[in-house]
């Protein structure tokens, strides 16, 4: 009985370390969210630092590399959003958000056959995520060819986000 008793303290006594490890990091967190307004960050240098703080307290967390990736692209720096959500993928392959991300920004830098890659890796794992419909045919467009352009908005518009199909008509690249 006593080596039940003292089993089960020092299996408690370990997850309270391992929670209290996890905590400041939790803290950065916590004031991190407190600069997203929904779509963007009111402070992304700030938010940039609150991220470097968790992320040297947790170092394989993919969506804080994410978040950190997102502040970088608002602040222009498309190439540190390519790296953070490059270790973002790495820790978490099947990381939809992260790959739509470096797509994003792999674009914004004129590298559209990555962008179409990152785009395409999101759609074999996620079919129903429009927001990379849109983003590939953006790409598309951008390259010269509107009806794969045009293909990708109607599909986009198919899920509910019918944005970009009107914005291409109304440019005269879809009918």
Request: net charge positive.
């Amino acid at each position: 009985m006593r080596n039940i008793i003292i089993s089960i303290f020092l299996f408690l006594t370990f997850l309270c370390s391992c929670s209290e490890k996890n905590k400041p990091e939790l803290e950065w967190l916590e004031k991190e969210k407190t600069l997203w307004d929904g779509k963007q960050y009111t402070d992304p240098g700030k938010a940039i630092e609150y991220l470097n703080n968790a992320i040297k307290l947790q170092q394989n967390n993919a969506e804080t590399y994410n978040k950190r990736g997102l502040a970088y692209y608002e602040l222009g720096q498309y190439q540190r959003t390519i790296e953070d959500n490059s270790e973002a993928i790495r820790l978490n392959p099947d990381y939809v958000v992260a790959y739509n991300n470096r797509g994003t920004a792999y674009a914004k830098l004129g590298h559209y056959q990555k962008a179409i890659e990152d785009y395409k890796q999101v759609i074999r794992l996620k079919s129903n995520y429009a927001d990379t419909y849109n983003n590939r045919g953006v790409v598309y467009i951008l390259q010269g060819n509107k009806e794969l352009g045009c293909s990708d908005f109607k599909k986009a518009c198919k899920l509910g986000n019918c944005k970009r199909l009107k914005e291409a008509k109304a440019r005269g690249y879809c009918r």
